[in-house]
């Protein structure tokens, strides 16, 4: 099975950048989408990183996935969440995709219409607001993200209300403070940004 190899190597640390969209990804260059049935997984295949460059942490922090039609060239409010996971109290998103081989599989909702998308990952360390040093949080969280296309083939008519990014993150509303080693705390965190669309939950 084909699995494209993710890059997010080096986080993006101000939520409000432009580099929050797809990091360095030149949305203007021809390249060839995966093309994936409405419905269907795509396999994701991660680059090995276990600890944060920046703070030498291990990396731990949910996961979302976006996508967006490729026309709009992800400029607007054009992205709409269509996975996030957290944690289930022993292993983040974060710990999880480690376990399994650096690999994620996202399902692409069967119920979004045709067409070319981008497909975005995210990976949040929360890990980087505990200093340890001071048992402080103080850190602001760290941006782990990467783009690829993809072509859905389908007939879905489900289109889900998008949002801009950079913009689905406030920091002063400091929804990333959390004590990620707390099993209790972990498994009880909201994942901040925007909601599935429940059209694409509960579509049959």
């Known amino acids: 099975m084909f699995s494209h190899l993710l890059r997010p190597d080096i986080p993006v640390m101000d939520m409000y950048s432009t ?11 021809k390249v060839k989408p995966f093309v994936v049935a409405a419905g269907e997984v ?3 295949t991660y680059e090995k990183k276990d600890v944060s460059p920046i703070s030498g942490q291990p990396i731990k922090g949910p996961c979302s996935f976006y996508l967006s039609n490729t026309t709009a060239k992800g400029k607007g409010a054009v992205w709409f969440p269509i996975e996030k996971t957290g944690s289930d109290g022993t292993l983040w998103c974060s710990e999880l995709i480690k376990k ?3 690999t994620h599989g996202v399902k ?7 067409g070319t998308y981008y497909l ?9 607001y505990l200093d ?17 296309a993809i072509t859905v083939t389908g007939s879905g008519k489900v289109a889900p209300k998008g949002s801009k990014i950079p913009g689905i993150y406030n920091n002063a509303e400091s929804k990333f403070l959390i004590n990620v080693d707390s099993a ?12 599935i669309d429940p059209l694409l939950i509960t579509a049959p």
Request: aromatic content about 10%.
């Open 42 to 44: 795509v396999p994701l």
């Open 100 to 102: 399994n081989g650096y």
């Open 19 to 29: 580099h929050m969209t797809c990091r360095t990804l030149d949305m203007n260059d």
């Open 120 to 128: 975005r990952s995210e990976i949040i360390d929360l890990s980087a």
């Open 108 to 114: 692409i909702p069967k119920d979004i219409p045709a």
């Open 132 to 148: 340890n040093k001071y048992e402080d949080f103080t850190r602001e969280p760290q941006f782990y993200i990467d783009c690829l």
């Open 184 to 195: 209790t705390d972990s498994k009880k965190f909201i994942i901040p940004g925007p909601a």
